[in-house]
C-alpha cells in the first residue's frame, strides 16, 4: 500500500527563523513528490515538485530536498514569516497509478 | 495559469436539503477531474475521479447515488451532495489535471459544507 508519512505533526516557531519539514513515502513505483502549502479554509497550492532524478528545488524561502534511495524528502523554510502560518502536505505520485499519496500534513505556527 | 475555481466558498444548509458545488478551470482545460473531501486536521480524502462524457469512479465507502458528480465539460465539474446530513459537514476540495502526463492536478480553494 502507498504510503506517505509526515513530521511532526505540528511545529511552532518564532517569526525570522528557521524550520525543517519531513516526509517518508512508500510509494513505487515512484514518479514525483511535491510539496503544498495550504492556508486554513483554503485549498492547497503547489510549492514544489520533484522527480527522481532531482535532489533539491527551491522556490523563494521554501527548499525541498529528495532522496529518492531513502524515500525521504524535507521542506526547510527559511527565515519564517507569519504568512507561513499554514498545513504543509507532501504528496506523493506513482507511475502507474494516476491517484495521489498524501500525507496527514505539518501544521506549522510562525508567532511574532 | 492552471487556476481553478470552486463556487459556493460556503455553504450552509439543513438536513435532507441537496447541495451542488461547481469547480471550473479557468484557463485551462481538464480532461480528469478530482473530488476531495477533508475533515478537520486530517488530509484530503480522494471521493471520485471522473472523466468528461463516462461516469464518475467512486472511491471505495463513497455512496454514488449520495454525491452525484456531473463532468458536464473539460472546464466545468459539479458535485451535488443528495439529502445532506450533518455527518456529511466537511470541506470539499476539487482538481483538475491537465493531463501532461506529470499527474499535476490544480487545486480548487474548496467549498465549506455545513449542514445543521
Known amino acids: 500500500k502507498n504510503q506517505v508519512e509526515q513530521s511532526p505533526q505540528s511545529l511552532i516557531i518564532l517569526e525570522g527563523k528557521n524550520c525543517t519539514l519531513q516526509?517518508?513515502?512508500?510509494?513505487?513505483?515512484?514518479?514525483?513528490l511535491r510539496w503544498y502549502k495550504q492556508d486554513t479554509g483554503r485549498g492547497p497550492v503547489s510549492l514544489t515538485i520533484m522527480t527522481f532524478s532531482e535532489n533539491t528545488k527551491s522556490n523563494g524561502r521554501y527548499t525541498a530536498t529528495l532522496d529518492a534511495d531513502t524515500k525521504q524528502s524535507s521542506l526547510h523554510i527559511t527565515a519564517s514569516q507569519l504568512s507561513d502560518s499554514a498545513s504543509y502536505i507532501c504528496v506523493v505520485s506513482s507511475q502507474y497509478d494516476y491517484k495521489l499519496s498524501f500525507g496527514a500534513g505539518t501544521t506549522v505556527t510562525v508567532r511574532a | 495559469g492552471a487556476v481553478v475555481s470552486q463556487h459556493p466558498s460556503w455553504v450552509i444548509c439543513k438536513s435532507g436539503t441537496s447541495v451542488k458545488i461547481e469547480c471550473r478551470s479557468l484557463?485551462?482545460?481538464?480532461?480528469?477531474m478530482f473530488w476531495y473531501r477533508q475533515f478537520p486536521k486530517q488530509s484530503l480524502m480522494l471521493m471520485a475521479t471522473?472523466?468528461?462524457?463516462?461516469?464518475?469512479?467512486?472511491e471505495q465507502g463513497v455512496e454514488k447515488d449520495k454525491f452525484l458528480i456531473n463532468h458536464a465539460s473539460l472546464t466545468l465539474s459539479t458535485l451535488t451532495v443528495t439529502s445532506a446530513h450533518p455527518e456529511d459537514s466537511s470541506f470539499y476540495i476539487c482538481s483538475m489535471d491537465r493531463a501532461k502526463g506529470d499527474n499535476e492536478q490544480f487545486f480548487g480553494p474548496g467549498t465549506r459544507l455545513t449542514v445543521l
Open positions: 484557463d485551462f482545460q481538464a480532461t480528469t
Open positions: 471522473s472523466n468528461e462524457g463516462s461516469k464518475a469512479t467512486y
Open positions: 516526509c517518508n513515502y512508500t510509494v513505487s513505483p515512484f514518479s514525483n
